[in-house]
């Protein structure tokens, strides 16, 4: 016969794979992931959002024979493909971008924005991005909006006669803009995205 017994606190990582997976629905564990989650992605330094690392998930196959579960597939970073899912829809952006007229009045960038992801094995590690040719959901996530880019394919001396359309780019608010933060998307469950922006 089975006692029951009192429920052990729970490492915040397992909470908060838990929790995006609903969406962060409203309940004081998932709002505590949530916060948790901002603080890791508020500098300095940039954490990783989910580190799985520290939810202990595994089981011996010993004690998964005994409880009648079939051993699960496991990757090389000790996750079931579900779990993975999870982790690898996550995205993380670190925006440093400035976008400012210079003293001849030409519009100058400054884009040292960074992309953080999960490896195979489930290390974090930061890649050289940029906010506007990153995806669109940076836009929209900042408050912004994506525009056409436009590039002269013929001129003389009175300006560009014809124009050609190279795809679209990410911008601010305003033309000339500064943003600082980090943006981090989420799939969750029933497979639709969320976003979060958190300035500094």
């Known amino acids: 016969m089975l006692i029951p017994q009192d ?17 962060f629905p409203a309940s004081a564990e998932c709002s505590a992931a949530k916060a948790e989650v901002i603080r890791r992605i508020t500098p300095w330094p940039v954490e990783p959002p989910l580190q799985l690392w520290r939810c202990p998930m595994g089981i011996s196959a010993q004690d998964a024979a005994l409880a009648g579960i079939v051993p699960l597939q496991l990757g090389p970073d000790g996750l079931t493909p579900e779990v993975r899912t999870y982790r690898d829809a996550m995205e993380i952006y670190h925006i440093r971008y400035w976008r400012f007229r210079d003293k001849e009045g030409d519009i100058m960038v400054e884009d040292s924005t960074q992309a953080g992801t999960y490896g195979r094995t489930g290390a974090f590690s930061w890649q050289r991005a940029s906010f506007e040719e990153g995806p669109a959901w940076l836009a929209e996530a900042v408050g912004g909006k994506r525009v056409t880019r436009r ?5 003389n ?44």
């Open 7 to 23: 429920a052990k606190a729970y490492p915040i990582d397992c909470a908060i794979l838990l929790c995006m997976a609903g969406g």
């Open 151 to 155: 590039v002269c394919i013929r001129d």
């Open 157 to 200: 001396d009175t300006g560009c006669l014809a124009h050609q359309t190279i795809g679209s780019v990410n911008r601010g608010q305003r033309e000339i803009t500064s943003l600082r933060g980090v943006a981090f998307r989420y799939r969750d469950h029933t497979g639709a995205y969320h976003h979060q922006f958190v300035r500094y």
